[in-house]
């Protein structure tokens, strides 16, 4: 008789312990055998779902990685992608961890995905707040006002010119220089970057969370 998953109904086999599509456990009663008492059986006490996630677990561990990694990369940015490549590597190693602490041999890339997307809250969170906190400190406690206010008309100035090069009309670019040399256009200029660095950070959470998942499950997912 051909036997179907009960969670996704593909088929599965019949020496199959987990469904091969989305790993729920395949526990199937014979009448023939019977437990022993004291002993317990393949499975353990209880056969976890491989899909589902212990978030207290994993909430303590993506705090304690999340926070520093996000601090590192808001510091790190400005070296190009090296600083946002450790977020999803951190996301990974949450996972890796998450693993090691749970009865499970594997879990699904949902799973994975999920833990690295809140991992990469965490971390998106730790980044903004650190940027901003280091905007400020360099200008009100360093005086470094000047030199951010030469950087930003350097700036608008060449993307003023790259503007009148591509044919926008003269008082269209004279506008937005105004808007953006504004404290209302900077500010808004600062706010965007940092919800773009937050949503980067998110997407690699979610990708390195995934990816562990899958490579870690593929390397322990039981073959019996």
């Avoid at 996301?91 to 949902?110: C, D, E, F, K």
Wanted: one cysteine or more.
């Amino acid at each position: 008789m051909e036997l179907s998953c009960s969670r996704c109904h593909q088929t599965v086999q019949p020496a199959d312990c987990f469904c091969p599509f989305c790993g729920l456990p395949q526990l199937v009663y014979t009448a023939e055998t019977s437990a022993v008492p004291g002993q317990s059986d393949n499975w353990g006490a209880v056969a976890r779902d491989a899909n589902a996630v212990d978030w207290k677990t994993a909430l303590r561990l993506a705090l304690a990685l999340s926070v520093p990694a996000g601090v590192l990369c808001a510091a790190l940015t400005h070296v190009g992608l090296f600083g946002l490549l450790l977020i999803p590597g951190i996301a990974a190693w949450v996972v890796a961890l998450y693993m090691r602490g749970q009865r499970a041999a594997w879990i699904t890339i949902g799973a994975g995905a999920r833990i690295g997307l809140v991992t990469g809250i965490l971390g998106s969170w730790a980044a903004a707040f650190t940027t901003g906190i280091a905007l400020y400190a360099m200008r009100f406690w360093l005086n470094q006002g000047k030199v951010f206010d030469d950087m930003w008309q350097n700036q608008i100035s060449q993307g003023s010119q790259q503007l009148s090069t591509l044919g926008f009309d003269p008082q269209t670019i004279a506008a937005t220089k105004l808007m953006m040399l504004s404290p209302e256009g900077r500010a808004a200029s600062i706010l965007f970057n940092i919800c773009l660095l937050t949503l980067v950070i998110l997407g690699l959470a979610v990708a390195g969370g995934a990816l562990g998942a899958r490579l870690l499950g593929r390397q322990r997912r039981p073959e019996n």
